[in-house]
């Protein structure tokens, strides 16, 4: 069966310092995998999505960065965090033409 | 730019049907409608999806009117484990999927 990792659950940082979000998944060969962030009480934003290794479409103009340097590990970072970047961030994946979508169990981000 | 309107909250009694109602008139013939939730804290857990007809699964039912603007997720005996916030999304074959506000559902004891 085809499982999700997402890692850490909780992460509290300073403003100014980088940032690395691990998700990896297992069970399946190049699914299509996306970055979401939820601020809070808020709906989810889509911030990247993957079709394959390399392969890295950002949604929105911001100071994070996506890479997928193997067909299942998708990486969210950043060079340098500022206060807005504070949220829960949401690895999810899916089958290619089958957009019913698996959800990682969140990083919750807190910039000090 | 979420293409759906749901009212941002709802009340319902533990044991009785919880309908979730959600408006898709700018919905394209080849767009599903999928409804997601989303526990406190937790990732959002797929529900259920459909394209023109209505749809059942163990979780729950869907319903999707013949012109298709709108919808209705239905749980048939709600419990206090499914309060959460209910997303109703519509689709097609895209390799993203956008999440509005949602409704949050509360169940009562």
């Known amino acids: ?112 | 730019d979420a293409k759906t309107t749901q009212p941002p909250s709802m009340d319902c009694a533990e044991g009785r049907a919880a309908n979730l109602p959600c408006n898709h008139s700018t919905i394209s013939g080849n767009e599903y409608v999928y409804w997601y939730r989303q526990i406190h804290s937790q990732g959002p857990q797929y529900i259920i999806h459909g394209l023109k007809n209505n749809e059942t699964n163990e979780m729950a039912s869907l319903i999707i009117t013949e012109d298709r603007k709108s919808s209705t997720l239905i749980l048939p005996h709600a419990t206090l484990r499914d309060t959460a916030v209910y997303y109703c999304i519509v689709l097609y074959n895209n390799n993203d999927m956008r999440f509005g506000a949602g409704t949050r559902l509360t169940v009562k004891p």
């Open chain 1, 1 to 112: 069966s085809q499982t999700i990792h997402q890692w850490p659950a909780t992460l509290v940082q300073p403003v100014g310092s980088p940032l690395s979000l691990e998700c990896t998944v297992e069970g399946t060969s190049n699914p299509n995998l996306y970055w979401y962030r939820q601020a809070a009480g808020r709906g989810l934003q889509l911030l990247f999505y993957s079709v394959g290794i390399g392969q890295i479409s950002s949604e929105v103009p911001q100071n994070l960065s996506a890479s997928r340097p193997q067909d299942r590990q998708f990486i969210l970072s950043s060079k340098k965090l500022l206060l807005s970047d504070s949220g829960f961030y949401l690895c999810a994946w899916s089958v290619y033409k089958d957009e019913k979508l698996f959800f990682g169990s969140g990083t919750q981000l807190s910039v000090l």
